[in-house]
């Protein structure tokens, strides 16, 4: 039986399984640029971030209508429920979507037919988060942000996401702030290929909650005190990690340094289909590479529910 375990850092397009972007592609008459799901599989083969990046933008343009957006959050949810996953804080990128001519209505209204049944269906509780593509202009966020406006019901709050380097987390100082006077919660990626810099300015100038990745704060040790000393919550996701290259091998992750630093660490899966595993199969990988024993993996687990945006009873009754 996998652990009960809430999942903070899942990009639902990093969801998006060789075989299911096949399917989709039939049926909306896309060529894809792989002759099959092997060729595709044999394309997951990526140096760094930016050169995933491209793959994962352009496979996305299987999704086109509501019903792929609703069946690509419903075979995600069925996997994630069969990990241990009982609750899930979807990210998405209206960005990649909208500029393809797919209207951000069509994105959320076919997230949220699989979101609303979710609970009932796989017993995984849900929410929404919507990103900005940081590579994109400041101004380009605030146009997405005024675009959601009729669907902040069905979003929890922001994050920042796509090519971290050259885009520090200032560029966005201006739709941050915008987005908490509507009442949204605040995350943001940092520190996964950008510098420890980007993780204090996401959290002094951004004022995020949480920090997606983070792993390189610990070239910083007054950032992992103030880090250790806030709480502050850290979405690690150790198999993108070494797909993208942030490091060489699992066995050098300093996942199990940082748990001994004190630090408040979750374990994700980022984009799974991408990334060879899904919550449960890191959580595995982690014990078999670090050596994170069955106690750890718990703390892990009541990590992830305490960091959620889940009221704080849901919480403790998830736990
Ligand atoms: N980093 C930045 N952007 C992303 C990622 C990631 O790991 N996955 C999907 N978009
Ligand atoms: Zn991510």
Request: charged share 30%.
């Amino acid at each position: 039986m996998p652990i009960p375990k809430a999942e903070l850092h899942l990009h639902i397009e990093g969801t998006l399984e060789p075989e299911l972007a096949f399917a989709l592609a039939a049926r909306n008459g896309v060529e894809l640029p792989y002759a099959d799901t092997e060729e595709l599989r044999r394309a997951y083969l990526f140096d760094d971030l930016q050169t995933f990046l491209n793959l994962y933008y352009g496979l996305m343009a299987v999704l086109r209508t509501e019903a792929d957006f609703e069946e690509l959050a419903d075979a995600y949810l069925a996997r994630a429920a069969a990990q241990g996953v009982r609750h899930a804080e979807i990210f998405f990128d209206p960005q990649a979507h909208m500029a393809r001519g797919v209207p951000i209505g069509t994105v959320i209204e076919g997230l949220s037919r699989a979101l609303e049944r979710s609970e009932e269906r796989h017993g995984v509780s849900t929410r929404l988060i919507m990103c900005f593509l940081r590579d994109q202009s400041a101004e380009s966020a605030l146009e997405t942000l005024e675009a959601a406006k009729p669907y902040l019901d069905r979003i929890i709050g922001v994050g920042l996401d796509s090519a971290e380097v050259g885009h520090p987390p200032v560029k966005f100082r201006e739709v941050y702030k915008a987005a908490a006077a509507l009442g949204l919660r605040l995350v943001a990626h940092a520190g996964e290929e950008g510098p420890p810099a980007y993780i204090t300015e996401a959290l002094d100038v951004l004022r995020v909650e949480r920090i997606d990745h983070g792993l390189r704060c610990m070239e910083d040790q007054d950032l992992v005190e103030r880090l250790v000393r806030d709480r502050v919550p850290l979405t690690l996701c150790p198999l993108s990690n070494v797909r993208l290259r942030a490091i060489d091998v699992l066995e050098e992750h300093p996942l199990a340094r940082m748990l001994d630093a004190g630090l408040m660490c979750t374990v994700n899966s980022d984009d799974p289909a991408y990334f060879g595993g899904y919550v449960e199969d890191t959580f595995h990988a982690v014990r078999e590479a670090l050596g994170i024993d069955h106690e750890r993996l718990r703390t892990l687990a009541r990590n992830s529910f305490e960091a959620s945006f889940l009221d704080r009873d849901a919480a403790d009754e998830a736990l």
